[in-house]
């Protein structure tokens, strides 16, 4: 395996250092360092952060191959500067079972651009009736820890109850959609100001916040550990932040895109803009980003949710909600958080990777930049400027947002166990990654 040596990095946004990488490891950390036959890169102006974690991906394999497979997603992951990522279980069939979450694993280990996790769930078929085998896909070789309707809200409160309590035998969290799903009947956007004005039927926020207030009760009530998926409201924060000074264990995510976008844009009726939970409003955006800096959201998740140009081009009423986020998200996160002033690098570092990878319980990943531990790493030009061209992504799908949008930073060099997945901004050959990680 081949010996690299970082010159000059930017460690999590500090002073210059050397870092050199060895067998998989970091080894050492300094500044002039040389090492025998290493292959060296330089890192001036480059900031160095642990290899970050997605704990809401949506990887489409099996069943609609069409929008992504686990290989095209896992090399938009590692192009976005990922090293792993939780994959949701609304696939086709969906990942209910020992058998499913464990194909799933597999197709990610052979992948080898970056890990992936399979999220189990909840109840079979996400119908929201019985609970899957959750013991048997924590047992699986897969290793399941995170369990998630999502795409769908576990909306019986006994159901909820009890996978709360099920998942407390090996430590494991329900990571929940919250939507409770009458209140949101045909709903199509944000119920607000610009709903009424052109028409669309809307979603209100307190059906997210319904839901959140119920299950932080319900997980204090159990002694369980729940995790909220894509917080879009105010109101949802100030729920969190109440669960969280109370001492219960709950955590919660926010997306890049609700970190930047108001459901102004849907006034274009571009269903690219049409999402679950739906773009809320500017005060909504400015509390996400509050709750990000001081810790009451603990992470940024994707939700990377791929369609084919066939559902989303397409009247409103009738696209598929989602959008694509992996290779935009740290951009993003340093326009909207480093850029502004909320946070410095650290704290990208700990909502993207350290936080995350500790939600999801997973030992590999979102670990400090040190001697002895795993080299997953990710190289970040911050001073980079450049437009959102979909077409140069690696997911198979283009529903993206920002299309045409200047956007700062770009992932140079992403590292998974010490194996190069992107160079130069770009992923690598599979076959070099395939054979080193092997
Ligand atoms: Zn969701």
């Not at 009451?296 to 081009?313: L, N, Q, R, S």
């Not at 959008?323 to 996160?333: F, I, K, P, Q, R």
């Not at 060099?413 to 770009?426: H, N, W, Y």
Request: charged fraction near 20%; charge should be negative; aromatic fraction near 4%.
């Amino acid at each position: 395996m081949t010996t690299r040596l970082i010159r000059n990095a930017s460690l999590l946004g500090g002073d210059p250092q050397d870092v050199l990488i060895a067998d998989g490891v970091v080894r050492e950390i300094g500044t002039g360092l040389s090492a025998e036959g290493a292959v060296e890169l330089d890192a001036t102006g480059l900031v160095l952060l642990p290899g970050l974690v997605d704990l809401h991906t949506h990887l489409r394999e099996p069943g609609r191959e069409d929008a992504e497979t686990v290989h095209t997603g896992t090399r938009a992951a590692a192009r976005g500067g990922y090293t792993a990522v939780h994959a949701m279980a609304n696939t086709f069939p969906v990942a209910d079972t020992a058998g499913v979450v464990e194909q799933v694993w597999r197709l990610g280990r052979a992948s080898g651009y970056c890990d992936v996790q399979p999220v189990g769930a909840v109840t079979i078929g996400l119908e929201g009736k019985k609970l899957a085998e959750l013991g048997a896909m924590h047992d699986s070789a897969a290793g399941v820890r995170v369990f998630s309707d999502d795409g769908k809200c576990v909306d019986d409160a006994v159901i909820m109850r009890r996978a709360l309590e099920y998942v407390k035998a090996f430590d494991g969290v329900i990571a929940q959609h919250a939507q409770e799903p009458r209140l949101t009947e045909g709903a199509q956007m944000n119920e607000g100001t610009v709903s009424g004005e052109i028409g669309l039927a809307g979603w209100p926020a307190v059906a997210e916040e319904a839901i959140i207030a119920r299950d932080v009760l319900l997980a204090a009530h159990v002694g369980s550990r729940l995790h909220v998926c894509h917080v879009s409201t105010a109101g949802s924060v100030e729920i969190i932040r109440w669960a969280k000074a109370k001492g219960w264990d709950v955590t919660a995510e926010v997306t890049p895109h609700h970190l930047l976008l108001t459901d102004e844009l849907v006034r274009s009726y571009d269903p690219v803009y049409k999402v679950n939970p739906p773009l809320r409003t500017e005060a909504d955006v400015m509390a996400l980003r509050e709750a990000l800096a001081d810790g009451t959201i603990d992470a940024v998740a994707t939700d990377h949710a791929p369609h084919p140009a066939e559902d989303k081009d397409c009247e409103w009423a009738v696209a598929a909600m989602g959008m694509v986020g992996l290779e935009t998200a740290l951009s993003v996160v340093q326009h909207t958080m480093v850029d502004t002033g909320l946070m410095d690098w650290q704290g990208v570092a700990d909502r993207m990777s350290f936080r995350p990878a500790r939600i999801g319980r997973l030992t590999g990943h979102g670990r400090p930049v040190s001697p002895g531990e795993p080299a997953n790493l990710v190289l970040v030009d911050p001073a980079y400027r450049g437009t959102v061209i979909p077409e140069s992504f690696a997911t198979r799908s283009r529903n993206t947002p920002y299309r045409g949008l200047d956007l700062p930073g770009q992932v140079r060099a992403t590292f998974l166990r010490g194996v190069p997945t992107v160079l130069d901004g770009e992923p690598v050959a599979p076959e070099t990654v395939a054979g080193a990680v092997a």
